[in-house]
């Protein structure tokens, strides 16, 4: 059985965290994956105690990887490593099943410490963001952005990407009318009018890390 399953699509990022866990933890076998699907494969085949993710990541989202994960193999502890908005990202990753967050800006070290927490059966996130997700204190913008569903997230960010509606279908393995039918009802809920808007709100609001 592996140790640790690192998915993020950047392999200096998985190459620095594994070495960390070699090194401080004692890790053997840590398997690595720069997608969703992949992954979650990975998951099946191999039951790794720990997963570590990113939310950005290509061939379904790092949301819907800890969904199936959570649902699949409730044994598996999931944390959560993203560069995205922290607030708004702990909220999804904590209603997605995930046990911990830790934000890319901060330290390996860090990082270190909410796996061991992890391991021992607590669960990591940053006491502001458990703040905003608990109250929804979010600013204007972020208040919309609570309105959309986890799909309608991943499709934003698609869409703020450049990703075309057929691109985006094959991406998530759902029909073209469905992301239509998505890209209407978040820009409905943003009340964005145009691509060039939803793309400016998402790099305002850090969702395209």
């Given amino acids: 059985m592996a140790d640790a399953l690192i998915v993020d699509d950047h392999p200096a990022i998985r190459l620095a965290v594994s070495a960390r866990l070699e090194r401080e ?21 191999h ?15 790092g949301i819907d990887l800890i969904e199936r994960v959570g649902a699949a193999h409730p044994e598996v502890r999931m944390l959560v490593l993203s560069g995205q908005d922290e607030d708004l990202s702990c909220s999804r ?4 099943g995930a046990h911990g967050f830790v934000a890319k ?9 909410a796996v061991r927490s992890l391991l021992a059966g607590y669960s990591v996130f940053p006491l502001h963001a458990l703040g905003a997700a ?12 609570t309105l959309l569903t986890e799909r309608e997230v991943t499709v934003l960010q ?12 094959r991406e998530l393995l759902i029909s073209s009318k469905t992301v239509s039918t998505h890209k209407v009802n978040i820009m409905e809920k943003l ?5 060039i808007e939803l793309a400016d709100f998402a790099r305002h609001h850090n969702l395209l890390r």
């Fill in 158 to 169: 698609y869409l703020a990407r450049g990703y075309s509606n057929k691109d985006i279908a």
């Fill in 25 to 45: 933890l004692g890790f053997h076998e840590i398997l690595e994956s720069d997608n969703g699907d992949e992954a979650f494969e990975l998951v099946r085949q």
């Fill in 134 to 145: 608990r109250h929804q204190g979010y600013a204007t913008g972020r208040d919309a952005l």
């Fill in 47 to 61: 039951l790794p105690p720990l997963l570590i993710v990113d939310l950005g990541i290509p061939r379904m989202s």
């Fill in 191 to 195: 009340h964005i009018a145009s691509l």
């Fill in 105 to 113: 800006r901060q330290s390996l070290g860090e990082l270190i410490s």
């Fill in 93 to 96: 990753s904590m209603r997605a």
